[in-house]
């Protein structure tokens, strides 16, 4: 299946959808920037990939964040009174659980990434404040400066989002899957699996159109 691929105007990324993945490229402020994200079909994560390189002719300190608003249950609206966030500091792992749900009260969701923290909030508010917005968070003005990038040069950080049976799995789960070599091979997994179970089926209809978007 070829990807989709849809053009934004002005500030707008680039969009391209294919077989059990997304990409999102966008070039502003002297920085290439590429977001991937994928699902290896042996591990039950979502994989977050980042990517900048610096198009300037200076050394530039960049700070990646990443935000996720957890469920934890049927209503958001209902359930995060009754979360309770951990953060593991050996493994540099977020966790949050809901104990109160019925179904899956012992399982605990978790955030990772392959790069040292400088730091982290389970705070919604304390984030965004409580008349702030997506576009402009107050914790980004709060946030020290991360890794420096220097000219020419690209950085690739790597997010796990999922979550485990337990604590002990979740710890387990991100930390088998946070590194650069364990998404390249998550990625290439991804690819061939798809290709492998779409390789096995063809349709062919009257509609052209329906057949650009089939296998």
């Not at 959808?17 to 699902?39: I, N, P």
């Not at 337990?166 to 998550?186: F, G, H, P, S, Y």
Request: proline share 6%; glycine share 6%.
């Amino acid at each position: 299946m070829v990807p989709h691929t849809f053009a934004g105007w002005g500030q707008y990324p680039l969009l391209k959808h294919g077989v059990g993945y997304t990409v999102f490229e966008h070039h502003s402020q002297g920085l290439k920037q590429q977001v991937r994200c994928y699902a290896p079909p042996d591990a039950p994560v979502k994989i977050v990939r980042l990517r900048l390189e610096n198009t300037w002719q200076r050394t530039r300190r960049i700070t990646a964040t990443f935000y996720a608003e957890w469920n934890l249950g049927s209503h958001r609206d209902i359930t995060q009174q009754y979360f309770i966030p951990e953060y593991d500091p050996d493994s540099q792992v977020i966790l949050a659980r809901n104990p109160y749900r019925i179904e899956f009260g012992e399982r605990v969701a978790f955030c990772a990434t392959n790069k040292p923290l400088h730091g982290l909030t389970a705070d919604r508010t304390e984030f965004l404040e409580r008349n702030g917005s997506y576009r402009h968070p107050a914790g980004l003005k709060r946030i020290d400066l991360g890794s420096r990038v220097e000219p020419g040069e690209a950085q690739e950080i790597v997010f796990v989002l999922s979550q485990g049976e337990n604590r002990d799995v979740a710890i387990e789960l991100a930390t088998l899957n946070w590194q650069i070599d364990q998404a390249d091979l998550a990625w290439e997994e991804t690819r061939n699996f798809w290709k492998n179970t779409l390789d096995s089926i063809a349709i062919r209809t009257p509609n052209i159109a329906l057949n650009t978007i089939l296998p």
